[in-house]
């Protein structure tokens, strides 16, 4: 499974945001798709994910009233979306592929990395 992630930058609080992952591979469907996010000095933490059917699908506690997840499999695309943008969203935001139909899982679970897109939100 290869992973292309989009749509970072620089933004302003309040900002909204759409990241894309882009996947490829000959067995997505028995893949979650989702977003984990590192910011300077701290562990790679969960974000959002969403199996192939769309069944099972979760987001970190802290974020889920400003944080959504979706998935076009027509696409093989899985998106982030973020609403009201903080400062402390800035990080860099990796894509990730996980076997199997889950809708979150620890880093270390995570089979297939994207590359990163970097969000930075200036105050």
């Known amino acids: 499974v290869q992973l292309q992630a989009s749509g970072g930058g620089l933004v302003q609080a309040g900002d909204s945001l759409r990241l894309s992952c882009a996947a490829s591979?000959?067995?997505?469907?028995?893949?979650?798709l989702g977003w984990f996010r590192q910011a300077p000095g701290l562990d790679r933490e969960f974000v959002a994910g969403?199996?192939?059917?769309?069944?099972?699908?979760g987001v970190r506690a802290a974020l889920v009233d400003r944080f959504t997840i979706s998935r076009d499999n027509a696409k093989d695309t899985v998106y982030l979306h973020i609403n009201s943008l903080k400062p402390e969203d800035t990080a860099v935001y990796y894509c990730a592929a996980r076997l199997g139909l889950r809708g979150s899982w620890h880093s270390s679970e995570t089979e297939y990395w994207g590359q990163g897109t970097l969000v930075t939100v200036s105050s």
């Open positions: 969403i199996d192939w059917s769309r069944n099972n699908m």
């Open positions: 591979g000959r067995t997505l469907d028995k893949y979650a």
